[in-house]
């Protein structure tokens, strides 16, 4: 009975090992390759279960996803002959398993040296036809553009397909800044000199226009005062003149007595006068002799 289990419990055993060895699974974050002694039979695996020879296949598992690849503090020259320093990353997977593992051995790291290579080389043609001012004010996704077109031109080579390109930063280097910054506030000098020049025009040509404007408003007021003034006047001088028509005698009555009001109404007026004068006639005639 124990012969027979034994024998049993080895079947079973060795049945375990062979089927562990014949087959693998297939994930669908991964890619994987089938050699036979070492040559690919096979790269286009479908996520499941799958057969190989024990011994005689063995398999590579790559990753199928976005892989990240930075780069800081690299330096490119401008179509000045200026330093500035780029931080830049990369986002790429691997489309062609196959392909891959022949470009580069199948290591990430080789892949990613040689797919940077690239993208320095399209970063550096793209610094070398601006100048450092160009660079700096350019759009990021403009000055990127080129470089992927490049970049995944040349990807499938490496069995690889680039996802996005993006420059992080651009620093300026330390002998570049300070002749920029100069330029920059030479820059913000002239501008801010023309529009002060321009706010002076327009100052002076606004404080003219009003002084104009005061000039005519001022002449018309005072010619409207004087037509209504001259009109007052004559108005007056037709009133006077009918009364003095209906009764001279009162008339000239009351403006003397009016006259006399202004004349010597006060207590401190002094009035100098020959006492025969016609000023005081109407005085004389109601004390009945002359003063």
Do not use: C
């Not at 790559?62 to 330096?75: A, H, V």
């Not at 920059?184 to 801010?192: I, S």
């Amino acid at each position: 009975m124990s012969s027979k289990f034994n024998l049993v419990f080895a079947v079973g055993l060795l049945a375990a090992v062979t089927i562990w060895l014949t087959v693998f699974t297939v994930d669908e974050r991964d890619h994987v390759i089938k050699f036979r002694f070492g040559e690919i039979v096979k790269s286009d695996y479908q996520p499941g279960l799958h057969f190989k020879i024990p011994f005689v296949n063995n398999i590579r598992r790559f990753p199928d996803r976005i892989l990240t690849y930075e780069e800081s503090q690299e330096r490119f020259l401008t179509g000045e002959k200026k330093n500035l320093i780029v931080d830049y990353f990369i986002t790429w997977r691997i489309a062609d398993p196959a392909q891959f593992y022949r470009a580069a051995s199948g290591l990430e790291e080789i892949a990613s040296e040689r797919l940077s290579a690239i993208i320095r080389e399209g970063i550096k043609a793209e610094f070398s036809r601006r100048t450092v001012q160009e660079v700096v004010a350019a759009e990021r996704s403009e000055l990127m553009e080129q470089m992927l077109v490049t970049a995944a031109r040349q990807a499938p080579e490496l069995g690889l397909e680039v996802v996005d390109v993006r420059v992080m930063s651009i620093e300026l280097s330390d002998e570049v800044s300070g002749s920029v910054f100069a330029r920059m506030q030479q820059e913000r000098g002239r501008v801010a000199a023309q529009l002060r020049a321009e706010g002076a025009e327009e100052s002076e040509r606004i404080r003219a226009d009003a002084d104009r404007q005061s000039t005519v408003i001022l002449a018309e007021a005072y010619r409207d005062a004087e037509r209504i003034r001259g009109e007052g006047d004559a108005r007056a001088a037709e009133i006077y003149a009918t009364a003095y028509n209906q009764n001279p005698d009162f008339y000239s009555f009351y403006r003397s007595m009016s006259a006399y009001r202004e004349a010597i109404g006060r207590e401190q007026d002094v009035l100098v006068l020959s006492p025969d004068s016609e000023f005081f006639r109407f005085l004389q005639e109601q004390m009945g002799s002359p003063l």
